[in-house]
């Protein structure tokens, strides 16, 4: 059974930094693109970043390029997402996907993922 379980988030003032991370049982991480993905209230779900499986080439979407960082520790089976200058805006729940196409070509739809955690909150405020 795949189980995808984030964590890390948290209430940081703007201009701050925190590192999610997304922990997968159940599957490799060579086998899966993992993605990220966020939602705001009241605003539709999101891909913001993704790492293929085997050559864990990156994906970023422009509102967050520069500024998030996406890493993977195959020994832990575990997908990090550094973000740093936070922004109120980035306030979100954060979720981490795993899809089976290993590639992060295409990416940003939620409909394409196959496996999801249940999401961690970050609230951007001062």
């Known amino acids: 059974q795949v189980q995808l379980v984030e964590s890390g988030g948290g209430l940081v003032q703007p201009g701050g930094s925190l590192r999610l991370s997304c922990t997968a049982s159940?599957?490799?991480?060579?086998?899966?693109?993992i993605g990220w993905f966020r939602q705001a209230p009241g605003k539709e779900r999101e891909g913001i970043s993704c790492?293929?499986?085997?050559?864990?080439?990156?994906y970023y979407t422009d509102s967050v390029k520069g500024r998030f960082t996406i890493s993977k520790d195959n020994a832990k089976n575990t997908v990090h997402l550094q973000m740093n200058s936070l922004k109120p805006d980035d306030t979100a729940v954060y979720y981490c996907?795993?899809?089976?196409?290993?590639?992060?070509?295409?990416?940003?739809?939620?409909?394409?993922?196959?496996?999801w955690g249940k999401g961690t909150l970050v609230t951007v405020s001062s």
């Open positions: 790492i293929s499986g085997g050559d864990s080439s990156t």
């Open positions: 996907a795993a899809d089976s196409w290993v590639y992060c070509s295409g990416f940003g739809s939620p409909n394409d993922m196959d496996y």
């Open positions: 159940g599957l490799t991480l060579d086998g899966y693109a």
